[in-house]
C-alpha cells in the first residue's frame, strides 16, 4: 500500500491566501507555496500559470465517508466545512459551509459522516449534537438539519459520534455521547428530490457508555451498538412501528449476516489491538468488499492492513503517516484506494492499495 498525490490544479482567486512554505522545482521550473490554511498553490513560469494544487481544510479532520461505486468521499472537519473528493485527480469537486440565519458562518465541528449504500444520500454529524441531511443525487441539496435535544435541561450538548445508513438506504443511525443511539426513518419524496428525517419515537436504549459505532444487518433488521466500556448491545429494527427492542442475546451469525464495516469490537477485530496498547488506542476499521483485507487506525499516527477476520496481532503491515491521532479510515468500495484522516493533524491520506503484491 502506498501513498499518492494528484498533479491536476484548481483555479482560484488567491486574495486570502497566506504563505507558510515555498519550494522551487528547478526541473519543472515551477514554484510551490504552503499556506496556513492548508492548502498549496502552484505558479508555472514556463506557462506563466498559477493555480491551487492542494486544497485541504483548515482545522483538524474527523468526518470520513467514501461513495459506495464511485471513486468520491466525504471529509468534514473543525473548520465549519464538508468537502467532496474525486479520489482519482485528488480535486474537491463539492464543498459546503454552514452559515446561520443571518448569513454569516457558523463554527460547527463536524465529526462524522455517512454515505447511502444507493449513492443518493449523506450525513454529516456535528460536535453540537446536529445532524445534517444532503442529497447528493439528483442534486447536491441540504435537506434537513436535525438538532438532537439534550437529554434534560442541566445535560451538557455532546457530540454525534457515528453515523450509518442501513443497507436498504431506509434507516440513518447516530451513535451518541450522550450515550443514546438515535434513529431516523427517509420519507422520501418525488425521487429524492426532496428527502425528510422522520425520528423515531425514542432512542435505542440508554448505553452504560458513549455510544461511538453502530453497525446494521444486511437485511437491515438489527443493528449492533458499540460503547466506550467496550459493551455491545443488540437490537430489533421493526421500521413500520419505528421502534427498536433490546436483543438479550447475540443473533446467530448463521441467520443474521452483518453488513458494510465491522464494529472496533468484537471477536472478528481482536488482532486489531495491539499488546502495548491500553485498550482506548483503536479509531475505526474498515473492510475491503471481499471481505479479505481490513484497514486500522491509532492513537499512534499508524495506519495498519490486516487480514480479515482479524483473529490475531500478527501478521499485518504497519505504515507510520500521520502526525496524531488515525481517527477515520475507509475503503473505497472497489477496494482500489484507502483513504484516512488525521484528526489534529489537518491531513487526508490517500493510499493506492495492491493487492498479492
Not at 443571518?102 to 444520500?121: F, Y
Not at 456535528?126 to 444532503?134: D, Y
Not at 500521520?322 to 489537518?346: C, K
Request: net charge negative; hydrophobic share 40%.
Amino acid at each position: 500500500m502506498e501513498a499518492v498525490v494528484s498533479t491536476q490544479s484548481t483555479w482560484v482567486p488567491l486574495s486570502t491566501f497566506q504563505p507558510r512554505a515555498i519550494a522551487y522545482n528547478s526541473a519543472t521550473d515551477q514554484v510551490f507555496v504552503g499556506s496556513k490554511s492548508n492548502q498549496i498553490f502552484q505558479y508555472d513560469f514556463g506557462q506563466d500559470a498559477a493555480g491551487i494544487f492542494v486544497n485541504g481544510h483548515s482545522d483538524q479532520i474527523w468526518a470520513l465517508a467514501t461513495h459506495p461505486t464511485q471513486p468520491y468521499y466525504v471529509t468534514g472537519g473543525y473548520d465549519n466545512r464538508i468537502r467532496f473528493w474525486d479520489a482519482q485527480t485528488a480535486q474537491v469537486i463539492q464543498d459546503f459551509t454552514f452559515y446561520d440565519q443571518n448569513g454569516d458562518p457558523m463554527k460547527e465541528h463536524v465529526v462524522s459522516a455517512a454515505w447511502s449504500a444507493n449513492g443518493r444520500l449523506v450525513a454529516v454529524g456535528t460536535e453540537s449534537s446536529k445532524v445534517a441531511l444532503f442529497t447528493w443525487e439528483p442534486e447536491f441539496k441540504l435537506q434537513e438539519i436535525f438538532a438532537v435535544p439534550k437529554t434534560s435541561v442541566n445535560a451538557q450538548i455532546e457530540a454525534v459520534s457515528y453515523l450509518r445508513f442501513s443497507p436498504n438506504n431506509k434507516l440513518l443511525a447516530a451513535a451518541h455521547y450522550d450515550e443514546n443511539v438515535y434513529m431516523w426513518t427517509m420519507k422520501v419524496i418525488r425521487d429524492y428530490k426532496k428527502v425528510e428525517m422522520i425520528p423515531w419515537k425514542r432512542p435505542l436504549g440508554k448505553q452504560t457508555a458513549a455510544a461511538t459505532h453502530v453497525q446494521f444487518s444486511a437485511d437491515s433488521t438489527f443493528i449492533k451498538v458499540f460503547a466506550r466500556d467496550y459493551g455491545v448491545t443488540h437490537y430489533k429494527l421493526d421500521d413500520f412501528k419505528i421502534r427498536g427492542k433490546f436483543h438479550p442475546d447475540t443473533p446467530d451469525p448463521d441467520q443474521v449476516k452483518w453488513g458494510d464495516d465491522p464494529l472496533i469490537g468484537g471477536w472478528d477485530v481482536q488482532g486489531c489491538y495491539q499488546k502495548e496498547w491500553d485498550g482506548t488506542d483503536l479509531n475505526d476499521v474498515t473492510l475491503t468488499a471481499d471481505e479479505t483485507l481490513l484497514a486500522s487506525g491509532d492513537d499512534f499516527g499508524i495506519v495498519r492492513l490486516h487480514n480479515y477476520p482479524t483473529l490475531a496481532r500478527e501478521p499485518h503491515e504497519a505504515y507510520q503517516a500521520h502526525s496524531a491521532f488515525v481517527v477515520g479510515v475507509e475503503f473505497l468500495r472497489d477496494d482500489s484506494n484507502l483513504i484516512t484522516v488525521g484528526g489534529a493533524d489537518n491531513a487526508i491520506f490517500q493510499w493506492r492499495l495492491n493487492k498479492g503484491e
